[in-house]
């Protein structure tokens, strides 16, 4: 499987994680995944997993109302016709499995009390659900400084191919994500900015464009 196929898969199993937290079920098929109800603030209403998807057929799987976003994984669609415009620009990123930068591994977040710490350092608040806890592949990873204040993490999506890696925030955090993943996988996520650039410097490499679709 390509790389930006296995990223946009994985992440599209994230995206059904957080939203089967909030009772929300999606469905998947070789198109796309889509979830027919609103999804969480900052989450997609559908991401596609292919190129060509028919933008027609993509929206009437979803609420397509004020509101609705899509993530353009292989950013070839054109939504503009359909009240759409593009929110954020992003690369997919990959990372081969090679051995990690040396660096202290992250916390596993294992409680509702200590992922309510976590949300609130990240910024995502009320996404983030206690029942991501116990789904089997997602590790929620923190990283704490010696009065227990939470400084960085990110959220860890373990699949049979890659491992995808997302959510992460806190100055210099990169190094232990890597070395919080299991060693001989490779890595996948997406960023843009700053934070591609933190990717890069411990071996992600960009390997193709995606889109986000908001209707205001």
């Known amino acids: 499987m390509d ?23 999606g469905v998947v098929d070789t198109d ?4 027919p109800r609103r999804s969480p603030p900052l989450y997609p209403d559908a991401v596609t997993l292919r190129p060509g998807v028919d933008p027609g057929a993509l929206l009437a799987r979803i609420d397509a109302g004020p509101g609705a976003s899509v993530k353009d994984s292989f950013a070839d669609l054109d939504l503009h016709r359909h009240g759409f415009r593009v929110l954020f620009a992003a690369e997919w990123i990959h990372r081969p499995p090679v051995d990690p930068p040396a660096a202290p591994a992250l916390t ?24 991501l806890l116990a ?5 929620v990873l923190a ?5 227990g204040t939470v400084t960085g993490g990110a959220v860890l999506t373990r699949g049979p ?10 100055e210099g955090v990169w190094p232990a994500v890597c070395g919080s993943a299991s ?3 490779a890595l996948v996520g997406y960023e843009s900015g700053d934070d591609l650039a933190a990717a890069a410097r411990v071996g992600f490499t960009a390997v193709g464009p995606l889109r986000i679709w908001l209707r205001d």
Do not use: E, K
Request: one cysteine or more; hydrophobic letters at 50%; glycine letters at 10%.
């Open 32 to 35: 796309a995944w889509s979830v």
């Open 3 to 25: 790389p930006i196929t296995a990223a946009a898969r994985d992440n599209a199993d994230w995206c059904a994680a957080v939203c089967a937290a909030h009772g929300l079920t």
């Open 161 to 170: 191919v890659v491992t995808g890696v997302s959510n992460v925030f806190g």
């Open 183 to 185: 060693s001989g996988v």
């Open 143 to 147: 990283r704490y400084a010696p009065d």
């Open 108 to 131: 596993p977040v294992t409680t509702a009390a200590a992922l309510a710490r976590w949300a609130a350092a990240h910024g995502g608040g009320p996404a983030f659900r206690p029942a």
């Open 135 to 139: 789904a089997p592949r997602i590790t």
